[in-house]
T-cell receptor, first 113, second 116 residues
Framework: AQKVTQAQTEISVVEKEDVTLDCVYE???????LFWYKQPPSGELVFLIR????DEQNEISGRYSWNFQKSTSSFNFTITASQVVDSAVYFC??????????WGLGTSLAVNP | GAVVSQHPSWVICKSGTSVKIECRSL??????MFWYRQFPKQSLMLMAT?????????EQGVEKDKFLINHASLTLSTLTVTSAHPEDSSFYIC????????????FGPGTRLLVL
């Protein structure tokens, strides 16, 4: 069965703290894609990253970084020096052979000044 | 690149009326578009997959006659909520993918529907 688990429902941090959002996935496919999307209060989903199953290199983009580990089926997302504008719901998602997205339940991040 | 628009962004209607939501890919041709529904503080629920020029494929439990989807061109898909009722009130989001990067979906800003 294909499944994405985001165990953290809500996280609250103070500005400038680092925060890691966890994502654990299940799939039997050897070829798959993992995604992170950001949904700010406005509701629009913002694409953050796509990673395919054959590329385990970690990625850094500014204050954002992603740690993909196939051994633990995890694709965690870290925000360094968080800012108030980072407050949003973050969704991890999995796409496999049928190219539909399997969504996690999302993690609501509140960054307080 | 890969910008998707939705119109309207907000709609309030009376029970029993039909509402049409448009989803457009502005700078690319979308071979496939998806329609999602999202309830407050919940994840996205896929309603249907729409391929240009063919009938939409609906997910289990989604009423085809209730949620009419048309994908008439490579840049436009529409979702019509027929005879809307208060329980249809929700946030409807479309997404589109390109022929070149079929693994990635780009999302529209969403449409909030309130049925009174």
């Amino acid at each position: 069965a294909q499944k994405v688990t985001q165990a953290q429902t809500e996280i609250s941090v103070v500005e400038k703290e680092d925060v890691t959002l966890d994502c654990v996935y299940e799939t039997r496919d050897t070829t798959y894609y993992l995604f992170w999307y950001k949904q700010p209060p406005s509701g629009e989903l913002v694409f953050l990253i796509r990673r395919n199953s054959f590329d385990e290199q970690n990625e850094i983009s500014g204050r954002y970084s992603w740690n993909f580990q196939k051994s633990t089926s995890s694709f965690n997302f870290t925000i360094t020096a968080s800012q108030v504008v980072d407050s949003a719901v973050y969704f991890c998602a999995l796409s496999y052979s049928n190219r539909k997205l399997i969504w996690g339940l999302g993690t609501s991040l509140a960054v307080n000044p | 690149g890969a910008v998707v628009s939705q119109h309207p962004s907000w709609v309030i209607c009376k029970s029993g009326t039909s509402v049409k939501i448009e989803c457009r890919s502005l700078d690319f041709q979308a071979t496939t578009m998806f329609w999602y529904r999202q309830f407050p503080k919940q994840s996205l629920m896929l309603m249907a997959t729409s391929n240009e020029g063919s009938k939409a494929t609906y997910e289990q439990g989604v009423e085809k006659d209730k949620f009419l989807i048309n994908h008439a061109s490579l840049t436009l898909s529409t979702l019509t909520v027929t005879s809307a009722h208060p329980e249809d009130s929700s946030f409807y989001i479309c997404s589109a993918r390109t022929r070149r990067h079929q693994e990635t979906q780009y999302f529209g800003p969403g449409t909030r529907l309130l049925v009174l």
